[in-house]
């Protein structure tokens, strides 16, 4: 038999028994199944590479179940403190302050740094080397020369191309630098996604916005739309644990449940309200000038993660049960739409009984790999009925649902497969109508900045477009 042959025989082969392990051995779900099975008999090599590098089941991975298992014990610790049932508790002592700028944000989130008293933890995936990052940094070292205790907590992955000179301010001030999951040639999954931000314990910040130039508006995609929010009350306690976890699990130098770090009680009323009318609200908004912004007292938040460690896609879950719910209408804005299978026929399903239906995505995109699979899907979905948006102003960012005028959602993770069962994510679940109508406010203000997607041009779209979104959608399940 001739060399070449042999060859041609041993890849089919190998290839044959790669199928087997990924069917029977990672045991994924039928689509993400089929999908590798087309990309590696496409790719015979490259495919089997490909999968080492980004396809392998993060819930297999002993180092996952390891952080599961200290997730779970210091959960035990702060439960025994009374501090809350579990990370998932809903509180309805909050104030919500909602920042549609990233401009805003960063100027708040810079005053409330420059009121810290006790700590500061800062919780990215990207922090950008240009003059935003690094004057986000110099104001760090600035507070921990100051004496403050100050952690900042950056993504391997997202912060790979970041210079290393970038931290060393903070680092030479005392400040703590963590790095989640520094990036290997066979791991670039399994990214912390999450933008969490805890100051003092009694305000925290949770959205989209990264730090970089380009949140700021002034990247290459122009005006950058994104949602944000400064919270206080009971829901900043479970993003304090969720810091800590994540911590641990990045640094060597492990934090403990300290009761100094926290508020005493999830939901108990703050000693300086005393005297004050209407819901528990923290003294920290008195401190900060941003202020001035809507402030609405009184909302009842639940704090949901997900992420490899956790057993099930809880946010995934709680975007599924919200949509569910939906008597009215269902808003959503995400930069992108690769939904799995349930949430795509929960969204279908709602069109369909003849709820409002609307969807926002960027009409310019940063991937367009995934652009095409979005259209494709809403293409797909405005046939039941659903209204599509295309965002023209710039780059929208935002990670929002508003179901009913009543409740909605303000976090991390992107209405896409990659966040609800690859990366690390955290989002605030949020039952207030007045939250919820100014989110929608904004939502319909985008709409301005749209350009509204049509069945029939859709339907009309050249042949080009439809094989793009075709190949994409295929491949959907891996991204």
């Known amino acids: 038999m001739h060399m070449p042959t042999l060859l041609l025989i ?12 990924v069917i029977f051995a990672q045991r994924r779900n039928t689509a993400a199944t089929w999908a590798w099975m087309v990309a590696v008999a496409i790719l015979p090599i490259a495919g089997f590479v490909i999968y080492m590098i980004i396809g392998q089941d993060s819930r297999k991975q002993k180092v996952f179940l390891v952080k599961s298992d200290n997730d779970d014990e210091l959960h035990g610790i702060y439960r025994e403190m009374g501090l809350g049932a579990d990370e998932d508790d809903t509180t309805e002592d909050n104030r919500i302050t909602l920042y549609h700028d990233g401009k805003k944000k960063f100027d708040a989130i810079l005053d409330d740094i420059a009121n810290a008293k006790k700590y500061i933890f800062i919780q990215y995936y990207i922090l950008r080397g240009d003059e935003v990052g690094r004057h986000l940094v ?15 907590l950056l993504d391997g992955m997202g912060c790979a191309f970041t210079a290393k000179d ?41 959205g989209g916005s990264n730090i970089g130039k380009e949140y700021l508006g002034m990247g290459e995609l122009g005006h950058w739309r994104d949602t944000h929010m400064r919270l206080t009350g009971g829901a900043v306690n479970p993003i304090l644990l969720r810091f800590i ?4 699990f990045a640094s060597e130098e492990k934090m403990q449940v300290l009761p100094e770090y926290f508020m005493a009680k999830a939901g108990e009323k703050d000693p300086g309200d005393a005297g004050k009318t209407g819901k528990n609200l923290s003294t920290a908004d008195n401190t900060n000038k941003h202020a001035s912004l809507p402030a609405h007292a009184g909302s009842r938040v639940t704090i949901i993660s997900s992420g490899p460690d956790t057993r ?3 946010v995934l879950h709680a975007f599924c049960q919200m949509i569910m719910g939906a008597k009215k209408s269902i808003y959503i804005q995400t930069p992108y739409f690769v939904p799995d299978d349930a949430l795509f026929t929960c969204i279908r399903i709602a069109a369909l009984s003849g709820i409002d239906v609307r969807i926002m995505y960027p009409a310019n995109p940063d991937h367009p790999f995934v652009y095409w699979a979005s259209s494709s899907f809403i293409g797909e979905l405005m046939c039941a009925g659903v209204k599509g948006y295309a965002y023209t102003k710039g780059f929208i960012h ?31 679940f949020i039952e207030d109508e007045a939250v919820t109508k100014e989110l929608e406010s904004a939502f319909f203000k985008d709409v301005n900045d749209s350009r509204e997607l049509t069945l029939e041009g859709y339907n009309k779209r050249p042949r080009r477009i439809k094989i793009r979104e075709s190949i994409s959608r295929l491949f959907s399940p891996l991204l």
Request: aromatic content about 10%; hydrophobic content about 45%.
């Open 10 to 21: 041993s890849v089919f082969v190998l290839n044959i028994g790669f199928m087997f392990i």
């Open 138 to 152: 110099r104001q760090l070292a600035k507070r921990a020369a100051d004496g403050i205790e100050v952690r900042l």
């Open 166 to 206: 970038t931290y060393q301010p903070l680092i030479d001030a005392g400040g703590k630098l963590g790095l989640f999951l520094p990036p290997v040639p066979v791991r670039i999954n399994f990214r912390n996604h999450r933008k969490l931000a805890v100051i003092d314990g009694n305000v925290a910040y949770i």
């Open 245 to 248: 976890m994540d911590w641990n």
């Open 312 to 314: 099930y896609p809880s």
């Open 398 to 428: 935002c990670k929002t649902v508003m179901v009913d005028s009543k409740i909605c959602a303000v976090g991390t993770a992107n209405m896409d497969v990659r966040s609800f069962k690859i990366n690390f994510e955290t989002h605030a």
